[in-house]
């Protein structure tokens, strides 16, 4: 069973930064796709970004060029750099993780994290 946990979320001013950590244990983060999705209140989950084992990176169009998502294989975890935060970043971040990519772009990865805070104020 994979279980992967979060940290690294709080409170940030417009502008600044963040990084999220997901810590993996069950699977390998080298061997399995890796993303990062969103909730704002009252909205839908959305996608973020994700990293295919093969290392193929994807980013929605709202963070290309803020956020980086990195893997650290000697930990098992996965990261989620967060730069020029804007207020409408603010959302709780779930990391998850999945076998198959297909999953990933449907929005429906096999295995989610608890998700971590993020708000960022103006």
């Known amino acids: 069973q994979v279980q992967l946990v979060e940290s690294g979320g709080g409170l940030v001013q417009a502008g600044g930064s963040l990084r999220l950590s997901c810590a993996a244990s069950g699977r390998t983060v080298a061997s399995t796709h890796m993303s990062w999705f969103r909730q704002a209140p009252g909205k839908e989950r959305e996608f973020v970004t994700a990293?295919?084992?093969?290392?193929?990176?994807t980013y929605a169009e709202s963070v290309k060029g803020r956020f980086t998502i990195s893997r650290d294989s000697a930990k098992n975890t996965v990261y989620l750099q967060m730069n020029g935060l804007k207020p409408e970043d603010t959302a709780v971040y779930y990391c998850a993780a999945s076998e198959t990519w297909r999953t990933i772009v449907a929005g429906t990865p096999h295995y989610w994290g608890q998700g971590t805070q993020v708000t960022v104020s103006s």
């Open positions: 990293l295919s084992w093969t290392g193929v990176y």
